[in-house]
């Protein structure tokens, strides 16, 4: 606790001109993102029904990053953010609650020749989606709750190339370090994608070979991701298509089941609209997830579902780094195996400040 509070504790107290000597630029930022949610949970199970109030802290985080001046075109880079709570200040787990939950933290160079950096991240494919789900970290609306592969990985190690005619590849090698893992070689794990800019177009193409998801299925997956979205004034259209099966490390995370397997169909679109203040959002996604656990020694057992989602929203902005919102989301989600099916409705009213 001591050690990630001193490095917080100095960055806010030092004067602004210690960051501006012209060879070490760092940064102190940070983001407080707090929801009022009202849920409504119905399913086909008789007395399973929930609803109520509730308040969300939402990836709130605060965090410093920087650079500093090796040579004429080499730099030192670094960042370390951490997420606090603003609803109640830990982080509500029963079994670890924490004041501070690390984010993405790692050190590095870059240059001409690209950045490498070594630490914890968000993985390659993760961030191929740039903005396109505009209800990111809300109850409801992350694309998480029906798309596997939002995943922040430790032990990792990433390049990215310089960005040349619009196109930037990176490539994230995850090395599994726990008691037991069978991932031993560099590339036994990885995240890679390429991404292509130009004027309001973007488009990128990312995979997770054997990567534990960090949403949804949260086994080892192997994941294939195609991003596009375009800006046209005001207006903004984005979706996602992917699809995942089962990595070679699957059976690690499933109970040590053997001949198993998982297949993901899944996709999002949305879009945004800028009123003066206001933006006007939608969104829908879909999913359908086929499922087969055998069990050594047992019957192979085959479970198919499916799951829809849309949501809507409004932001009002009140400055550059402050705004009020609103939003509704609805997913609905079936089960096949055992003639399961559920729905939650969730709205909300939030804030967001950054600084």
């Not at 009020?324 to 609905?332: H, L």
Request: proline content about 1%.
């Amino acid at each position: 606790m001591k050690k990630l509070l001193l490095p917080l504790a100095i960055a806010a107290v030092m004067p602004a001109t210690a960051f501006a000597m012209g060879e070490t630029d760092t940064t102190f930022y940070g983001k407080m993102n707090v929801t009022a949610v009202n849920s409504n949970f119905e399913s086909s199970i008789e007395g399973t029904d929930e609803s109520g109030w509730n308040l969300n802290s939402n990836a709130s985080r605060v965090g410093f990053k920087g650079k500093t001046e090796l040579s004429e075109g080499l730099y030192a880079i670094y960042k370390a953010e951490v997420e606090v709570f603003v609803d109640s200040g830990i982080s509500g787990s029963s079994s670890d609650d924490q004041t501070f939950k690390q984010r993405n933290i790692y050190v590095g160079l870059s240059g001409n020749y690209g950045t490498i950096f070594a630490g914890r991240s968000d993985s390659v494919l993760k961030l191929s989606q740039a903005k396109v789900d505009l209800f990111g970290d809300l109850q409801g609306g992350d694309i998480k709750n029906w798309m596997s592969g939002e995943t922040r990985s430790s032990n990792v190690i990433n390049y990215s190339t310089p960005e040349m005619a619009g196109f930037q590849f990176s490539v994230m090698s995850i090395l599994g370090e726990d008691a037991g893992d069978r991932r031993d070689g560099l590339l036994d794990s990885y995240s890679a994608g390429l991404t292509f800019k130009h004027g309001g177009l973007y488009l990128a193409l990312a995979r997770d070979e054997n990567v534990k998801s960090g949403s949804l299925e949260k086994a080892f997956l192997n994941i294939n991701r195609f991003v596009a979205s375009y800006s046209l004034g005001d207006l903004t259209v984005g979706g996602i298509y992917q699809q995942a099966e089962e990595g070679d490390n699957y059976d690690q995370n499933t109970f040590d089941l053997s001949n198993s397997s998982y297949d993901e169909d899944s996709y999002m679109l949305s879009a945004s609209y800028k009123l003066g203040n206001f933006k006007l959002k939608a969104q829908y996604g879909e999913g359908e997830y086929d499922i087969q656990l055998a069990p050594v020694g047992g019957s192979v057992v085959s479970d198919k579902f499916e799951r829809e989602a849309w949501i809507l929203g409004v932001d009002y902005s009140l400055a550059k780094t402050t705004k009020i919102y609103t939003y509704y989301s609805n997913i609905e989600s079936n089960d096949n195996l055992v003639s399961y099916s559920e729905e939650d409705d969730v709205f909300g009213i939030g804030m967001e400040h950054k600084f």
